[in-house]
């Protein structure tokens, strides 16, 4: 992480952790609007991801659902973590720089604020004009290419319609917690007692899930929003990551049907599919030395649904 602007080598995957053990997450320190689409979109808008992380791969698939792949540009980070943290490189088709002489993700923090104390995380929304970080909390992000940009997408998809809007919170609410950041609470966990709790808010979540996703073909209002998108990149990542690395198996994604038939059916969305990088997501993840220190990759599993993946 960065201290007074000065990066701290040793990085660390726990954010911070209360006194019995238990994962606490950090809040995001960039936090702008959009107020004039057209304005922004004249200085130049850019995502930093990683196609490991669930949080930076919500904000790709917005940007592919709402037609903005020309508007908003996207650079890559390497899937692996080392002590620089993200960094730019040649791994897995990742982007080589990002941006003349950028090699780490951190110092796109240090170029927007020289003094920035904290983690240095992705997704990263920037104004390539200005070269500084407008906004760096997925949810937020989602929310300014569905809302903020609106006036230059007019996209016919709205991810966060007025109607739904209280539904879409209380579903996102339920969700966040128990699954989202749950399965990060279970892996990080450093006492039984925080790991089980986590787990069991896990499963129980998944399992008024699985009820939920019987009758119901999408998480709110029987249509496509920003629901479905913070849940399938959880969903996603379950059986391949969080089973094995985080210790999340009491049962897998393909043990229940209804959420596997819901998976399914979003990997049949391009925007879903292309923005899904297993190999990424294996080798980010098991490369987290302090959960896998001989950084084997398992071969497994093989699941059906992967079949709509390109690179499957
Ligand atoms: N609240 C942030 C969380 C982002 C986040 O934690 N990203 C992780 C990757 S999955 C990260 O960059 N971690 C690097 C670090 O913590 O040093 C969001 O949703 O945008």
Request: glycine letters at 6%; zero cysteines.
């Given at each position: 992480m960065l201290v007074e602007g000065q990066w701290?080598?040793?990085?660390?995957?726990?954010?911070q952790e209360d006194g019995d053990g238990r994962f606490i997450r950090q809040s995001s320190a960039f936090t702008a609007r959009i107020k004039d689409a057209r304005a922004a979109l004249e200085d130049g808008l850019r995502l930093y991801v990683a196609y490991i992380c669930p949080w930076a791969t919500r904000t790709l698939i917005a940007r592919s659902l709402l037609g903005l792949e020309h508007e908003v540009d996207v650079k890559v980070v390497e899937p692996t973590l080392d002590d620089f943290g993200w960094k730019f490189g040649p791994q897995l088709g990742?982007?080589?720089?990002?941006?003349?002489?950028?090699?780490?993700?951190h110092q796109l923090y240090t170029m927007t604020d020289d003094r920035y104390s904290g983690r240095a995380t992705v997704p990263v929304l920037w104004n390539i004009q200005q070269g500084?970080?407008?906004?760096?909390?997925s949810a937020d992000i989602l929310r300014i290419l569905n809302d903020d940009l609106r006036p230059i997408?007019?996209?016919?998809?709205?991810?966060?319609p007025a109607e739904l809007r209280t539904d879409i919170d209380a579903f996102n609410d339920r969700i966040y917690?128990?699954?989202?950041n749950g399965v990060y609470r279970a892996g990080f966990a450093t006492t039984q007692q925080a790991y089980s709790e986590a787990v069991n808010s896990v499963f129980t979540c998944l399992n008024d899930l699985e009820r939920h996703f019987a009758s119901n073909p999408?998480?709110?209002?029987g249509q496509l929003t920003e629901s479905d998108i913070r849940l399938f990149v959880t969903l996603v990542r379950f059986d391949v990551a969080y089973y094995g690395l985080?210790?999340?198996?009491?049962?897998?994604?393909?043990?229940y049907p209804a959420l596997s038939a819901y998976l399914e059916r979003l990997l049949k969305i391009d925007a879903f599919a292309k923005n899904t990088r297993i190999d990424h997501i294996k080798a980010g993840y098991y490369s987290v030395k302090k959960l896998n220190p001989s950084g084997i990759v398992p071969e497994g599993p093989k699941l059906d649904w992967f079949s709509y993946l390109d690179d499957e």
């Open positions: 701290q080598r040793k990085w660390d995957p726990v954010q990742a982007t080589q720089s990002g941006i003349d002489g950028v090699e780490f993700a500084r970080i407008i906004n760096n909390e997408h007019q996209s016919p998809i709205n991810l966060y917690d128990s699954l989202n999408y998480a709110v209002g985080f210790k999340t198996n009491l049962r897998a994604i393909a043990d």
